[in-house]
T-cell receptor, first 113, second 111 residues
Framework: DGGITQSPKYLFRKEGQNVTLSCEQNLNHDAMYWYRQDPGQGLRLIYYSQIVNDFQKGDIAEGYSVSREKKESFPLTVTSAQKNPTAFYLC????????????FGSGTRLTVV | DAKTTQPPSMDCAEGRAANLPCNHSTISGNEYVYWYRQIHSQGPQYIIHGLKNNETNEMASLIITEDRKSSTLILPHATLRDTAVYYCIVRVAGGYQKVTFGTGTKLQVIP
């Protein structure tokens, strides 16, 4: 079945370490997105990519980096510059068709210890 | 993108219809209304979308007012599994513009 796979589901990181969250889709979707969700809050956009080798900053890009070397993959790196990285991270994708909605992954919960 | 306003929480008795409102008074003519829901600690799930006509699928119905400034998501027979946060967003047809999800409405279905 087609879908988006995020891994790992839970991730623990020591302060000062970079960590990369994986997002893979086999839906042949063009656009991919990364969102951050804090407890009791909505989703805030970190980065998005419309096409391979191109991406744009969202509303809270500081302390994060991404790459889009393949259509299927959009990994997110949380760097040590991100002051408060503990959160639930969601990856989503969307096809070129205008009426389609987003397909979301199941999320990665990152905890800094 | 137009902003949306939703009540922070609602209760609904199991088996009854749940009617979730959304205001989008600044919506543009080419912006669609989308509804998603998020069950605790999972990714949001697409429910339904519409432009100006009312829409229905196996999950829900979407009623959009004639002036398109508000809409209502209807879950006809709510079950305990419908307890979730429901998000209403609007976005332009086509393109890949960034979209922000607000805090949504926390629907609690009560036995």
């Amino acid at each position: 079945d087609g879908g988006i796979t995020q891994s790992p589901k839970y991730l623990f990181r020591k302060e000062g370490q970079n960590v990369t969250l994986s997002c893979e889709q086999n839906l042949n979707h063009d656009a991919m997105y990364w969102y951050r969700q804090d407890p009791g809050q909505g989703l805030r956009l970190i980065y998005y990519s419309q096409i391979v080798n191109d991406f744009q900053k969202g509303d809270i890009a500081e302390g994060y980096s991404v790459s889009r070397e393949k259509k299927e993959s959009f990994p997110l790196t949380v760097t040590s510059a991100q002051k408060n990285p503990t959160a639930f991270y969601l990856c989503a994708s969307r096809p070129r068709d205008a009426s389609y909605g987003y397909t979301f992954g199941s999320g990665t919960r990152l905890t800094v210890v | 993108d137009a902003k949306t306003t939703q009540p922070p929480s609602m209760d609904c008795a199991e088996g009854r219809a749940a009617n979730l409102p959304c205001n989008h008074s600044t919506i543009s003519g080419n912006e669609y209304v989308y509804w998603y829901r998020q069950i605790h600690s999972q990714g949001p799930q697409y429910i339904i979308h519409g432009l100006k006509n009312n829409e229905t699928n196996e999950m829900a119905s979407l009623i959009i007012t004639e002036d398109r400034k508000s809409s209502t998501l209807i879950l006809p027979h709510a079950t305990l599994r419908d307890t979730a946060v429901y998000y209403c967003i609007v976005r332009v047809a086509g393109g890949y513009q960034k979209v922000t999800f607000g805090t949504g409405t926390k629907l609690q279905v009560i036995p």
